[in-house]
C-alpha cells in the first residue's frame, strides 16, 4: 500500500481543499447557497487532481532518476517511497491515472449540469497535470505559471462555475490569490533542487537566473497576492471581510526576507519554506472566511 499512498503525498493534500473553500467560499456570496452534494463533488474532484499531479511526478522523477539525486526536505524532493524500489513505480502511475480519471468523471457530471465550459477548464487541468513533469518543468514561464494556474485559475473559477453554472469576476479575482502563492510555493521549493534538476533536463528560474533572482520574483508575487486581496475590496468584487486574508503579512514578510537574504543557504531557508506552506493554506481561507462573514 504504501507505494500507492506513498505518491499521493498526503500532508500536502490540504491545498486542494483551501483553493475549493475559497471558490466555493465566493460562490455562496455570490449566490446565497448552494448544493451540498455538488460542493463534496468540488472537494473530491480537486483531491484527486492533486493525488494525480503528485504521484505523476513521483512516476516521472523515478523513471528519470532524478528521486535518487534530490536533497530531499520535508517541503520538497518528493515522497522518496519510490526511490527504495523503483521496480514499484507502475503503482504511482496507476495512482496518478485513476485519481485523473475520477476527477475527469465528476468533470462530466458538471458538464451534463452546466454545459461545455467545464470542460475546457477540465481539459486545461487535465493538460497541466499530464505534462507539468515531462514537458513544463523545461518552460521557465510555464514552469513558474502552471502550478497557480492548476489550483487558483483552474480550479477557483472550476469550483464557482460547478456550483453557480456561470463564471463572475468575483471567482477571476479571487483565484488570483492561489495563483500567486501556489506558483510561489513551487518556485520556493525548486531552491533545494535546482542543482538535481539541472541533471535531468529542467529548465526552471532558479536553473535559468539563480537564486537569488528568482527570490525577488518570489516576493514581487507575495506582493501580486495582497494587491489582488485589497482590489477585490475596492473594485467591491469581494465584501470588506476579505481583507481578512491581509491577516497572513505578518508571516509573508519574513517569508519573503528569509528568501532573499538566504536563497543559497538551505539550512537558513528552511524556516521560509515551511512559512511559505502557511501562506498557502492560510491566506485563502481567511479570505474564504471573510466571503462567507460579508
Known amino acids: 500500500m504504501k507505494y500507492i499512498i506513498g505518491p499521493m503525498r498526503l500532508p500536502f493534500l490540504v491545498l486542494a481543499p483551501a483553493c475549493v473553500f475559497l471558490g466555493m467560499a465566493a460562490a455562496i456570496w455570490a449566490v446565497g447557497s448552494i448544493n451540498s452534494w455538488h460542493a463534496v463533488l468540488c472537494f473530491a474532484g480537486?483531491?484527486?487532481a492533486h493525488i494525480s499531479v503528485n504521484a505523476l511526478n513521483e512516476y516521472g522523477d523515478i523513471k528519470s532518476g532524478l528521486d535518487t539525486k534530490t536533497t530531499r526536505t520535508p517541503?520538497?524532493?518528493g515522497s522518496g517511497v519510490l526511490a527504495e524500489d523503483p521496480s514499484k513505480a507502475p503503482y504511482a502511475l496507476a495512482t496518478g491515472l485513476v485519481s485523473a480519471a475520477i476527477c475527469a468523471a465528476i468533470g462530466v457530471y458538471f458538464f451534463?449540469?452546466?454545459?461545455w465550459p467545464i470542460l475546457v477548464l477540465g481539459a486545461l487541468g487535465l493538460f497541466v497535470i499530464v505534462t507539468y513533469t515531462p514537458w513544463l518543468n523545461r518552460q521557465p514561464v510555464l514552469c513558474l505559471l502552471a502550478p497557480g494556474m492548476g489550483f487558483g485559475t483552474l480550479m477557483v473559477n472550476g469550483t464557482y462555475f460547478a456550483l453557480t453554472g456561470v463564471f463572475s469576476w468575483t471567482a477571476l479575482l479571487v483565484s488570483f490569490i492561489p495563483f500567486f502563492l501556489v506558483s510561489n510555493l513551487l518556485l520556493l521549493n525548486q531552491f533545494p533542487d535546482a542543482e538535481a534538476d539541472?541533471?535531468?533536463g529542467r529548465r526552471h528560474f532558479p536553473i535559468l537566473i539563480g537564486k537569488k533572482a528568482s527570490a525577488v520574483i518570489f516576493t514581487a508575487f507575495l506582493v501580486g497576492t495582497y494587491v489582488a486581496i485589497i482590489l477585490g475590496v475596492v473594485l467591491k468584487l469581494t465584501p470588506a471581510w476579505a481583507l481578512l486574508g491581509l491577516a497572513t503579512i505578518i508571516t509573508a514578510i519574513p517569508t519573503a526576507k528569509g528568501a532573499l537574504q538566504h536563497a543559497d543557504d538551505l539550512p537558513k531557508l528552511m524556516p521560509s519554506l515551511g512559512?511559505?506552506?502557511?501562506?498557502n493554506l492560510l491566506t485563502p481561507v481567511l479570505?474564504?472566511?471573510g466571503l462567507l462573514i460579508g
Open 275 to 279: 512559512q511559505n506552506v502557511l501562506l
Open 198 to 200: 539541472k541533471t535531468v
Open 75 to 77: 517541503f520538497s524532493g
Open 46 to 48: 480537486g483531491v484527486m
Open 112 to 115: 451534463i449540469l452546466h454545459g
Open 287 to 289: 479570505m474564504g472566511v
